[in-house]
């Protein structure tokens, strides 16, 4: 019998994206996004990545390409609380592999910080880049499907957090259920130019940076609350991206998926 208290080793690739063009948002660095473009270019597609820091946006751009060698890989930089920049980064896409079939939009903010004690600039910024980010990719790809007429999916980093009340976290949180609802509102509107849109709502993945950001203590502590008693591992969570962007989900729209207990 498998313990699920350890992560399992990385689930190979099965070709699941074969042919496709997808772009991840936020995919620099050791987070979600850049394990989520590794898992796209190992099920077959070719990737482009953003991120606003250029200096470890190239890093990792370099680093697929080593990785997987028989895949294209291309980088644009991208600030997602600039409507000129996201629209840029839509162009570049389509400009360097002629398409788009998969958008992914990862980029969110987090912070910790009561009520009580926050600040009108604090709250704005995340609500700003991890809602408003996430709606205007969504606006910018849902234009370019419209017009080339072949279809596509979008799938949103959410959060349970959009579900669950945790101390320090409501800006986050409002962010996150915002991105739910973007989620299933976006999904109907967007069927009739044939795109899906789901989102994955990941209670914790551990990496690095969340490492350097947060207390080691609060995330031991959320990590032994969970069902294996561990976090998520990026790879994980990248996983099921890759299935929802596939064609293992085409009936699947304006949902929400837990990547987590289901501990509400």
Known sequence: MSDLSIAPDITPGHNLLAGKIAVVTAAAGTGIGSATARRLLSEGADVVISDWHERRLKETEEALQAEFPGRRVASVPCDVSS???VDALIAGAVAAFGRIDVMVNNAGLGGEVPVVDMTDEQWDKVLDITLNGTFRATRAVLKYFREAGHGGVVVNNASVLGWRAQHGQAHYAAAKAG?????????????EF??????????????AFLDKVTSADLLDRLAAGEAFGRAAEPWEVAATIAMLASDYTTYLTGEVVSISSQRA
Do not use: D, F, K, Y
Request: aromatic content about 0%.
């Open 83 to 85: 409507t000129e920049q």
């Open 179 to 191: 991105v739910m609802a973007l989620t299933r509102c976006s999904a109907v509107e967007a069927a």
């Open 194 to 207: 044939g795109v899906r849109i789901n989102a994955v709502a990941p209670s914790i993945a551990r990496h």
